[in-house]
Structures are given as structure tokens and as C-alpha cells.
Antibody
Framework: QLQLQESGPGLVKPSETLSLTCTVS??????????WGWIRQPPEKGLEWIGT???????HYNPSLKSRVTVSVDTSRNQFSLQMTSVTAADTAVYYC???????????WGQGTLVTVSS | DIVMIQSPLSLPVTPGEPASISCRSS???????????LDWYLQKPGQSPQLLIY???NRASGVPDRFSGSGSGTDFTLKISRVEAEDVGLYYC??????????FGQGTKLEIK
């Protein structure tokens, strides 16, 4: 059974870089036809797609975040990662990793990890 | 930019009664291949979102048949034939037609009266 697990610091200082990793188990990222993505949810707000990566390293980003975001993949560790630079309080959110299949939606999600931006 | 608008934003429902949520997109979600790449998700309290419906009307694995999706182009609807207590939570629509860009609706909060 496919499982995704987010990990990373729960507290990041303003202007610094947020770094999260998603570890995938139960399936191999390599050779998969799926895209692997990051989605966030600020407190008491809705979902926002951040970006996705294919196992080849091809990436796609939300235009509103593109200048600050990098999503990368490490097939040897079966992981993919998110880096967001110059964070502010507005980036405080629960960050989810998910598998997205074209035409079949996001059927698998991690449990989410809360990242708070505060000094 | 594709904008997804859901209504209502809050939906109080009596158990056993039907419920309906609308999702409208600012541009047609009908792909040239004939598919509408429109998903519905339910986020139960304290949980991650779960996929309910994909391609506008296909129930995901394990989703009860009281959930149904319909619509095409810019107007979509999620219907629950008889609401149960376990259906409470936030419902989101998401478009994938304009892949690789994904866009969510604002969410609809379903609560039990």
C-alpha cells in the first residue's frame, strides 16, 4: 500500500528557507507515470497547489510561488523535496505531499506537516 | 488564471437528507479529448484530503455510492443522496484540465444540523 510521509522542521524564521522531504513507501518513484506534488493549507483556509515533479526531474510550479519554490526528486532514496525561500508569516501552513495521476486526481496524500514561520 | 468558485461555502444538512455542492470554473474544463479533468475531495476534520470523484463523475475506490459527480464545461456538481454524520468536513473541487497547473476551489464546509 502506497504511503507518503512528510518530514522537516516545524518552525522556520522569517526570510529563511523552508525545506521539507516526502518519503514514499509501497511504490517506486522511478519509472512511475505519476507526478509527485506539494500542496499547502494555511490555518483556516483552503488548499493551494505548490508544485509537482516527475521522476525524471521535470518540474511544474504554481506561478504565484514559482520565484521562491524548488521541488526536486531523489529516486535513490525514493523521496522528493520542497524548498521555499524568503518565507514570511503568510507561508505558515500545513504542507501535504501527494501523488497526482493525470486523469485520476490525487489519490494518495501524506498526513501533512505544520510549518510555522515565526521568529 | 483558472478560478474555481464553489457554492455554498457553508452547508448545514440534516442526516438522511440530500446535499449538493456547485463548482464553477472561469474557463471550460472540457479537454479536447472529451474529458473534464475535475476532481472532488473531502477533508474530514483533522485529516488529509481524500479523493472522492475524478474526471467529473467517476467515484474513487472505496467511495460510497451515495456520492455522485456530474457536469461538464464550466459547471459541476457534487451530490450526496443521503447525508450521514461521517460526511462532515470540507469539500473541494480541483481542476486538472490545464495541467500542469492545478487549481482548487475555496472549499465548502458541510456540517450536520
Amino acid at each position: 500500500q502506497l504511503q507518503l510521509q512528510e518530514s522537516g522542521p516545524g518552525l522556520v524564521k522569517p526570510s529563511e528557507t523552508l525545506s521539507l522531504t516526502c518519503t514514499v513507501s509501497g511504490a517506486s518513484i522511478s519509472g512511475s507515470t505519476s507526478y509527485w506534488g506539494w500542496i499547502r493549507q494555511p490555518p483556516e483556509k483552503g488548499l493551494e497547489w505548490i508544485g509537482t515533479v516527475f521522476y525524471t526531474g521535470t518540474t511544474h510550479y504554481n506561478p504565484s510561488l514559482k520565484s521562491r519554490v524548488t521541488v526536486s526528486v531523489d529516486t535513490s532514496r525514493n523521496q522528493f523535496s520542497l524548498q521555499m525561500t524568503s518565507v514570511t508569516a503568510a507561508d505558515t501552513a500545513v504542507y501535504y505531499c501527494a501523488r497526482l495521476d493525470y486523469g485520476n486526481g490525487a489519490a494518495s496524500w501524506g498526513q501533512g506537516t505544520l510549518v510555522t514561520v515565526s521568529s | 488564471d483558472i478560478v474555481m468558485i464553489q457554492s455554498p461555502l457553508s452547508l448545514p444538512v440534516t442526516p438522511g437528507e440530500p446535499a449538493s455542492i456547485s463548482c464553477r470554473s472561469s474557463q471550460s474544463l472540457l479537454h479536447s479529448n472529451g474529458y473534464n479533468y475535475l476532481d472532488w475531495y473531502l477533508q474530514k476534520p483533522g485529516q488529509s484530503p481524500q479523493l472522492l470523484i475524478y474526471l467529473g463523475s467517476n467515484r474513487a475506490s472505496g467511495v460510497p455510492d451515495r456520492f455522485s459527480g456530474s457536469g461538464s464545461g464550466t459547471d459541476f456538481t457534487l451530490k450526496i443522496s443521503r447525508v450521514e454524520a461521517e460526511d462532515v468536513g470540507l469539500y473541494y473541487c480541483m481542476q486538472g484540465t490545464y495541467w500542469p497547473l492545478y487549481t482548487f476551489g475555496q472549499g465548502t464546509k458541510l456540517e450536520i444540523k
